[in-house]
């Protein structure tokens, strides 16, 4: 193996993405399969488009259903990866839904399932993985899905800004206390990529044409383009990264 390969291989790691079963997790799980990992991808629904394109490059994927709006899916997802591979390497924390609604009539309930799955599942989660990762002293590799929601304000969606504008910090906080574990806790800020989260955006001729025109790089992201940054941050290549938030966002942030 030459230098590069050996600081990009996942081969031998078992990885956890959450979200598995479309867009964004769905791109993750297929990079980090084809980079060696074997996946385990979480997802409510069946993963089978994601299984057929990890075939596709010649990865190693197996589904997990769970519910992640349930904190006892923790311990669900743990035993049922543990009792298929002998270690968790990677977490992906990726799983997240939005609610657009003018914050003036945002309900409790809309805001609770944005937050619990978005924020409190992302952090009980990483907690529970890492707690076996301190245990065994091998350390880990945890990547949390940010979003350009956790720099900016956004519109009509206060629940899910909150959430994000959380995560960003909660990468800072968990990389402070385990980093002197051997774990790496970095975060993704996808810009605005063509999946079901902007689904209504896209549809919306007047605000997709607004985002387009701002993106430098003139076009919506995709699954692809999440490749590398989830192979950086979940290989070796990342090892002296701590705390920090790439944006794989075509430019948005720069602008
Ligand atoms: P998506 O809606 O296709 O993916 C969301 C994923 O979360 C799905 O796989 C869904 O099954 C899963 N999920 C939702 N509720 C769940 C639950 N209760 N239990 C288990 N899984 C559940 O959209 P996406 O764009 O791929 O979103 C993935 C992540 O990227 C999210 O955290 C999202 O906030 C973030 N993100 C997306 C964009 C974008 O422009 N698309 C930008 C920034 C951040």
């Excluded at 944005?114 to 990547?143: H, P, T």
Aim: charged share 20%.
């Amino acid at each position: 193996m030459s230098l590069v390969q050996k600081l990009f291989s996942l081969e031998g790691k078992t990885a956890i993405v959450t979200g598995a079963n479309t867009g964004l997790g769905q791109g993750i799980s297929v990079a980090l399969a084809a980079a060696g990992a074997h996946v385990f991808g979480v997802a409510r629904r069946s993963c089978a488009e994601t299984l057929e394109k990890v075939n596709a490059v010649g990865g190693t994927f197996t589904e997990v259903i769970a519910d992640l709006s349930d904190m006892s899916a923790i311990d669900k997802i743990i035993a049922e990866v543990s009792s298929k591979t002998e270690r968790i390497d990677i977490l992906v924390n990726n799983a997240g839904i939005i609610k657009r609604e003018d914050a003036i009539n945002v309900t409790v309930e809309d805001w609770d399932q944005v937050i619990n799955l978005n924020q409190k599942m992302v952090f009980f989660l990483s907690q529970a993985v890492a707690k076996r990762w301190i245990e065994d002293q091998k350390g880990g590799k945890i990547i949390n899905i940010c979003s350009m929601l956790s720099y900016q304000g956004g519109i009509r969606v206060p629940s899910y800004t909150t959430s994000k504008s959380g995560i960003i910090g909660l990468t800072r906080a968990l990389a402070n206390e385990w980093a002197k574990y051997n774990i790496n806790v970095n975060g993704i800020a996808p810009g605005y990529m063509a999946t079901n989260n902007t689904t209504q955006l896209r549809n919306d001729a007047s605000r997709s044409e607004d985002i387009l025109s701002r993106i430098p790089a003139a076009r919506w992201g995709t699954p692809e383009d999440m490749y590398g940054a989830a192979i950086f941050l979940a290989s070796d290549a990342s090892a002296y990264m701590n705390g920090f938030t790439v944006a794989v966002d075509g430019g948005w942030l720069a602008r």
